[in-house]
């Protein structure tokens, strides 16, 4: 079956630490990938997305992701973390074929002491 | 800048009542999608919808739920006689003119179903 892991349930972090947030997927055929961030009591949004093209990805407030096919894998990094960017961090994919159902990993809980 | 707006933000029901959640997805988009929540568990896909009809939908999304388009901006989850097991945080996403172009869905802020 399609679906989506995310390592971390639940990650701490000082200010200025590095960050990554592991996610791995099922299906080994075209897929597209995305991160979302839900921030305490906000929408889900957008981090970034891959498509195509080169794998390394960058979003929006310093996040990036890279895609390693052989390893089935979309790692969230960030250098250098800060308090604002405690929230709740989603992997989701778009499996080929699909009508653009977004397929989910359980999320990762970030925080981060100032 | 636009957003996807849902309501209410919390309903409570009683088991075997229907409910109606309510969604205004992005106006100029075309594609309008339903995800629940369990507490503690992952968001799941239950429906998409394009063009007036239903475009894919999961297992979860059996003969109790239905979705509607009924004007030009609304975008409604019906459940027709809950159960304990629907409870849930439901989210709304819609997404843009082209799917070609991107996938990306922005998502309302979500409505927390109590069953009760």
């Known amino acids: 079956a399609q679906s989506v892991s995310q390592h971390n349930h639940h990650v701490i972090l000082s200010e200025a630490a590095s960050l990554e947030l592991g996610c791995n997927y099922s299906?080994?055929?075209?897929?597209?990938l995305f991160w979302y961030v839900q921030y305490p009591g906000q929408h889900l949004q957008l981090l970034l997305k891959y498509f195509s093209g080169d794998p390394l990805v960058k979003g929006i407030k310093g996040f990036e992701a890279e895609f390693i096919k052989s390893k089935f894998s979309f790692n969230l990094r960030k250098p250098s973390v800060q308090w604002s960017d405690t929230a709740e961090y989603f992997c989701?994919?778009?499996?080929?074929?699909?009508?653009?159902?977004?397929?989910f990993g359980k999320g990762t809980k970030l925080s981060v002491k100032p | 800048e636009p957003e996807v707006t849902q309501t209410p933000s919390h309903q409570v029901t009683q088991m075997g009542q229907e409910v109606i959640l309510r969604c205004v997805p992005i106006?100029?988009?075309?594609?309008f999608y339903w995800y629940r929540q369990i507490l503690g568990q992952k968001v799941e896909f239950l429906v998409s919808f394009y063009n007036n009809e239903i475009s894919e939908k999961s297992e979860i999304f059996d003969d109790q739920f239905s979705v509607e388009r009924p004007d030009g901006s609304n975008f409604t989850l019906k459940i027709r006689s809950t159960k304990l097991e629907d409870s849930a945080m439901y989210f709304c996403a819609s997404s843009g003119v082209s799917r070609t172009v991107s996938y990306e869905q922005y998502f309302g802020p979500g409505t927390r179903l109590t069953v009760t």
């Open positions: 299906y080994g055929g075209t897929v597209n």
């Open positions: 106006s100029n988009h075309l594609y």
């Open positions: 989701a994919v778009i499996y080929g074929g699909s009508q653009g159902n977004l397929i």
